[in-house]
């Protein structure tokens, strides 16, 4: 028997052994609707495991995960002839004396190898004289398509396909057959025995970046097109689907409104120093060549400096033909050669200044300076935040919220930071500091219930692979008080704190850190912990300011392995407070114009919060680093696809 080949996750196992009593419901299993095939999941995620769809003629496709080779079992009760060497039993047929040789050729290659020969060229050699002849087989695959964490054990005939060295891992199969109980001994409770391959996608086992075992995910993030092959990634995106979902189905239960908000805008929406600009120019080689003067002659190696030279002696040539009077005709020919000598001057001219142009766009390129190229009236930005334009919505639709990609070009290694990251945002119309807290608590509690109880298999796989406190981790947050403290508390707390030293030192008016809010929720309170009441300098130009004067109506919702994963807050609905604001930020008013407009007319009272979607992702899959929570992470030096 071949050894199998593996796969980056060992795939779990159904119960190895169904309960005695089970008796299988025979309930026909549907087609996809638009493939024409079974979805795994339809089969392997039922209660008895799929034993009541045995004898169904089923057509199914997916990815093998690890794939045997076995030759078939000898006719029951044959015994091997005396010596086995020159005989042996298969299905009751002799073996020839060729098979037996090419069987010892490995041995053979061996000992010519010892004593100097060529392999590669006798290996080359004995299969010529002794034609290689197949031996009756099966390959015994695992195939999953991605719909479930459990594989389908398949098993294929030799006369039906090539042996399975030619179906490694990663190899693509559509396969029609028939569901059987298990003809080998093992852990599966079903297995499909294929009657006809209908696809079979190849897999160059050499390149193929999965090939390997026991892959860490920071090896395969160079490979991020292929990576949601792996039952890990693969489970992460369906958690983080179902987090996607269970955001919506919050917000669309309590009323609230989805709208689109522009991803580039003209607005740098919360004062953020280190933002995208957009620009339709495209820098390249190819593009810079069509700003230089194509001239019809070959002049592409004449030097400038040798025309200019030449120009000054046609000039003494033309002065001196007009001196001695000499005949007109001389005169025009010397004039129109010394015209001819100055448009090429000046042809060559502008081509070595469009050189210069070109080397120095080339340099603003690698230094990130993009001029306006003219496409907007005015500078426009990648957005760092939705809240401006969903404040705009709530003034007219009451709740709304939003869901998409954000953008900031910070330069930091922090394993929760993208330079494209995920946001869920909402505005809550007539609504104060109180009600947003109490939203943003409900939805972190409905979300996590909502994940634990509809993606349970891939939250169990996850669990023993990457964090094995994950269930634990999620019924805490869903079943516990958040406990609320202002940002004054919090620094009182972190000062009396005696065995412990933070690497910033904590006092009023220092942004707490990853360290501080640690400490808060994992060993002071050990629940989720919301700070609200911050420092007006710690916050965005358009948060409510109280009437101490010196703090605003903001709060963080820091949870337990994550830190800060909500931050919201009311709005500043005073024009005078915050045009003051705007002014004391030396923010560019005429970005704001439109921003002051909804505080002119009709303006209200409203809050609302921004969910880091990655984070609570992180938070779910127990993962530490975003990007192996994220499909395709956008982070400082590395954007593959």
């Given amino acids: 028997m071949s050894s199998a080949h593996q796969v980056f996750d060992e795939m779990p196992k159904p119960n190895p052994t169904p309960v005695p009593t089970l008796v299988p419901t025979a309930i026909p299993v549907d087609l996809s609707k638009y493939s024409k095939r079974v979805l795994l999941k339809t089969i392997m995620d039922r209660g008895d495991g799929g034993l009541g769809l045995i004898d169904q003629r089923v057509v199914v496709g997916g990815w093998v995960k690890s794939s045997r080779e076995m030759r078939k079992d000898p006719v029951p009760g044959a015994q091997p002839p005396a010596g086995g060497d020159a005989k042996a039993v298969d299905g009751g047929k002799d073996v020839k004396c060729v098979e037996v040789f ?28 002794f034609p290689k002849q197949a031996t009756p087989s099966v390959s015994i695959l695992q195939i999953n398509d ?70 860490p995910l920071a090896r395969i993030r160079d490979c991020v097109h292929f990576r949601p092959r792996t039952t890990t990634v693969a489970s992460v995106m369906k958690i983080r689907n179902g987090l996607n979902q269970a955001s919506h189905t919050f917000f669309q239960n309590h009323g609230f ?9 003209a607005t740098n929406t919360e004062g953020f120093p280190n933002v995208f600009q957009v620009s339709s120019s495209i820098f390249s080689a190819k593009d810079s060549k069509k700003d230089e003067p194509v001239s019809t002659n070959d002049t592409e190696n ?11 002696e046609k000039t003494k040539k033309v002065e001196e033909l007009k001196r001695t009077d000499s005949n007109k005709e001389a005169q025009y020919a010397a004039v129109q050669d010394l015209h ?28 990130n300076v993009i001029k306006d190229d003219g496409f907007f009236s005015n500078q426009a930005f990648l957005t760092t935040s939705g809240s401006l334009h969903l404040e705009s919505c709530a003034s007219a639709l009451g709740n709304v919220y939003a869901f998409g990609p954000r953008f900031q070009a910070d330069k930091s290694d922090s394993k929760k930071y993208l330079a494209e990251k995920w946001m869920v945002e909402t505005e809550i119309a007539f609504s104060e500091l109180e009600e947003a807290m109490n939203c943003a608590e409900d939805f972190l509690k409905f979300v996590s219930n909502w994940v634990s109880e509809n993606c349970y298999e891939s939250l169990h796989f996850l669990s023993k692979r990457v964090d ?18 202002t940002y004054t508390t919090a620094v009182e707390v972190l000062s009396k704190v005696t065995d412990k030293t933070f690497e910033t030192k904590i006092k009023w008016g220092v942004a707490l850190t990853e360290e501080h809010e640690s400490y808060l929720v994992d060993e002071f309170y050990k629940k989720p912990v919301i700070i609200y009441d911050h420092p007006k300098e710690l916050k965005s130009f358009n948060v409510r300011l109280n009437d101490d004067g010196k703090t605003v109506a903001a709060f963080d919702v820091i949870i337990p ?13 005073r024009l005078i407070h915050l045009s003051k604001r705007i002014t004391e930020l030396e923010l560019k008013k005429d970005q704001y114009e439109w921003y002051l407009d909804l505080r002119k ?35 400082q030096g590395k954007i593959h696809n």
Wanted: with cysteine; glycine share 6%; net charge positive.
């Fill in 561 to 573: 392995k994550v830190g800060a994963v909500i931050r919201g807050s009311q709005k500043e609905e």
């Fill in 102 to 129: 090419q069987s010892r050729i490995p041995f053979l290659r061996s000992i010519i190898k010892v004593f100097g020969g060529n392999v590669v060229h006798t290996k080359e050699k004995l299969e010529t004289v």
């Fill in 601 to 635: 007319q009709g303006t209200v009272k409203h809050s609302g919060f921004n969910v880091t979607f990655d984070v609570m992702v992180l938070f779910t899959t127990g993962l530490n680093d975003v990007r192996d929570a994220v499909p395709f992470p956008r982070h």
């Fill in 257 to 265: 409104i989805h709208v689109e908000v522009p991803i580039i805008t």
């Fill in 468 to 485: 094995r406190t994950i269930p634990d981790r999620l019924s805490s947050l869903a079943s516990t008080v958040f406990e609320k403290i």
């Fill in 302 to 312: 004449i030097d400038l400096e040798t025309v200019k030279l030449s120009i000054v």
């Fill in 340 to 367: 001819k000598t100055n448009l090429l001057a000046a042809e060559l001219e502008a081509r070595s200044k469009s050189k210069l142009r070109s080397k120095s766009q080339s340099k603003s390129k690698m230094e």
């Fill in 146 to 215: 991605g719909s479930s964490v459990i594989s389908l054990q398949v098993i294929v005939d030799s006369s039906i396909a090539p042996p399975c060295q030619l179906m490694p891992t990663g190899t693509c199969i559509l396969a029609e057959g028939v569901l059987q109980k298990p003809s080998l001994q093992g852990k599966h409770v079903i297995e499909l025995k294929a009657e006809k391959l209908l696809h079979i996608g190849v897999v160059d086992h050499d390149t193929y970046p999965l090939s390997k075992r026991g892959l």
